[in-house]
């Protein structure tokens, strides 16, 4: 006859079991270099992915309204701010895949930064207008900027500022939040009509400001921004009649190659190429259709392009050298952002009406991999975390 045998362990022994199954239950430590979340705008939700293998990871739920958003990172690139088209701001862990915090700051938010030392979030507001600061461990608010006007073209800037457009006034402003609970401000007023977006270049040098109610930029040089706006490409497009604009253009450090910067001409099919060291114009692209994006593949040999309803099934590869489109791609139905990875290698392209995120190998164009997505938007990776103005 077998007798079941019983297992007595004194409390040592107990502890030690437990201790070895807790580690035997721990997951594998892993960075976060190769991290990024896809938001799924229909759904309220992020996909969080990784590129080495070229997967999903899982999802987060309960973002609000993200119609419109995006997304900076933590300094470690463990956490992602996401800002929400709803006035939410919310800290998603990337490597619990859960919410952190979230608060609703405001009734209508366009964007955010994140200050260089990693310590302040900023975020820009369409309703009531304004930025807020928070405290970027707790979301704890620290201030509020008023501005009477729409925000547009947030950036973060060295010296832990903050600069941006106001939409209806016509003005940039730049916000040193060194003292977060008493940001200083500088105001730069006559800047040109309705600036709709802004950039700073990733030297964090100069801010640019594009111009909706009239063709041209504004440029502040960061270093001297007492000497006020300077006005380049104006009039880029007289004697032109534009066409209806489907979608507004977007701007961000991504569009310098080297010496040159490209950016999408409103209204028009072209790529303008500006010349960052005389502030000129140094030529013109035609393109496929009216540009939304133009982002320049690391290396800076290359600059890819997606555009506007009606011909937003397309994405355009531009050489840099030779100034002229050298690629054409069809990854899919309406095509909303591209992002590459950091040395360049892969490009990750959002497909909403396909509902698929495609990676393309950027040597060869060949299709790498497809995941399904939920009305993908935008595509955002943790190597953003390191540069300035993203």
Same mark, same amino acid.
């Given at each position: 006859?077998?007798?079941?045998?019983?297992?007595?362990?004194?409390?040592?022994?107990?502890?030690?079991?437990?201790?070895?199954?807790?580690?035997?239950?721990?997951?594998?430590?892993?960075?976060?270099?190769?991290?990024?979340?896809?938001?799924?705008?229909?759904?309220?939700?992020?996909?969080?992915?990784?590129?080495?293998?070229?997967?999903?990871? %899982? $999802?987060?739920? #309960? +973002?609000?309204?993200?119609?419109?958003?995006? !997304?900076?990172?933590? /300094?470690?690139?463990?956490? =992602?701010?996401?800002? %929400? $088209?709803?006035? #939410? +701001?919310?800290?998603?862990?990337?490597?619990? !895949?859960?919410?952190? /915090?979230?608060?609703?700051? =405001?009734?209508?938010?366009?964007?955010?930064?994140?200050?260089?030392?990693?310590?302040?979030?900023?975020?820009?507001?369409?309703?009531?207008?304004?930025?807020?600061?928070?405290?970027?461990?707790?979301?704890?608010?620290?201030?509020?900027?008023?501005?009477?006007?729409?925000?547009?073209?947030?950036?973060?800037?060295?010296?832990?500022?903050?600069?941006?457009?106001?939409?209806?006034?016509?003005?940039?402003?730049?916000?040193?939040?060194?003292?977060?609970?008493?940001?200083?401000?500088?105001?730069?007023?006559?800047?040109?009509?309705?600036?709709?977006?802004?950039?700073?270049?990733?030297?964090?040098?100069?801010?640019?400001?594009?111009?909706?109610?009239?063709?041209?930029?504004?440029?502040?040089?960061?270093?001297?921004?007492?000497?006020?706006?300077?006005?380049?490409?104006?009039?880029?497009?007289?004697?032109?009649?534009?066409?209806?604009?489907?979608?507004?253009?977007?701007?961000?450090?991504?569009?310098?190659?080297?010496?040159?910067?490209?950016?999408?001409?409103?209204?028009?099919?072209?790529?303008?190429?500006?010349?960052?060291?005389?502030?000129?114009?140094?030529?013109?692209?035609?393109?496929?259709?009216?540009?939304?994006?133009?982002?320049?593949?690391?290396?800076?040999?290359?600059?890819?392009?997606?555009?506007?309803?009606?011909?937003?099934?397309?994405?355009?590869?531009?050489?840099?050298?030779?100034?002229?489109?050298?690629?054409?791609?069809?990854?899919?139905?309406?095509?909303?952002?591209?992002?590459?990875?950091?040395?360049?290698?892969?490009?990750?392209?959002?497909?909403?009406?396909?509902?698929?995120?495609?990676?393309?190998?950027?040597?060869?164009?060949?299709?790498?991999?497809?995941?399904?997505?939920?009305?993908?938007?935008?595509?955002?990776?943790?190597?953003?975390?390191?540069?300035?103005?993203?």
């Amino acid at each position: 006859m077998n007798l079941p045998v019983i297992l007595v362990l004194k409390p040592v022994a107990i502890a030690a079991l437990a201790l070895g199954l807790a580690a035997c239950a721990t997951p594998e430590p892993r960075g976060t270099g190769d991290l990024g979340l896809v938001v799924e705008r229909a759904a309220g939700r992020v996909m969080l992915i990784e590129t080495s293998g070229r997967t999903a990871l %899982g $999802r987060v739920e #309960g +973002l609000g309204d993200l119609s419109h958003a995006a !997304a900076v990172f933590s /300094r470690d690139g463990r956490y =992602a701010y996401v800002f %929400g $088209r709803d006035g #939410g +701001l919310t800290k998603v862990d990337l490597l619990g !895949a859960r919410i952190e /915090r979230r608060v609703i700051q =405001a009734g209508n938010s366009i964007g955010g930064a994140i200050s260089q030392d990693g310590r302040i979030v900023a975020v820009a507001n369409y309703t009531p207008g304004g930025i807020r600061l928070f405290d970027a461990r707790t979301l704890e608010p620290l201030a509020e900027v008023p501005t009477g006007s729409k925000v547009v073209g947030i950036a973060d800037a060295p010296g832990n500022r903050f600069v941006f457009s106001l939409f209806e006034a016509g003005e940039i402003w730049i916000v040193d939040a060194s003292d977060p609970r008493k940001p200083l401000v500088k105001k730069i007023a006559g800047v040109g009509k309705q600036p709709y977006d802004g950039f700073i270049t990733p030297n964090g040098r100069h801010y640019i400001a594009g111009l909706f109610g009239e063709d041209g930029l504004a440029l502040v040089d960061m270093w001297n921004p007492e000497a006020g706006a300077r006005r380049i490409l104006g009039g880029y497009g007289r004697g032109e009649e534009p066409l209806p604009v489907y979608k507004m253009p977007h701007l961000r450090g991504w569009a310098v190659a080297g010496r040159y910067i490209f950016l999408p001409a409103i209204g028009r099919h072209e790529v303008l190429v500006l010349d960052s060291v005389t502030w000129t114009e140094a030529g013109r692209i035609a393109v496929h259709g009216q540009p939304v994006f133009a982002i320049a593949q690391p290396g800076a040999r290359r600059v890819w392009v997606n555009f506007a309803f009606p011909n937003n099934g397309v994405v355009q590869v531009i050489d840099v050298a030779d100034m002229k489109v050298v690629r054409e791609l069809q990854p899919g139905r309406a095509v909303l952002h591209l992002e590459f990875t950091p040395r360049g290698e892969q490009a990750w392209i959002s497909s909403r009406d396909d509902g698929a995120v495609v990676v393309v190998d950027t040597s060869n164009y060949a299709e790498l991999a497809r995941l399904p997505t939920a009305s993908p938007s935008g595509i955002f990776l943790t190597s953003r975390g390191a540069m300035t103005g993203f």
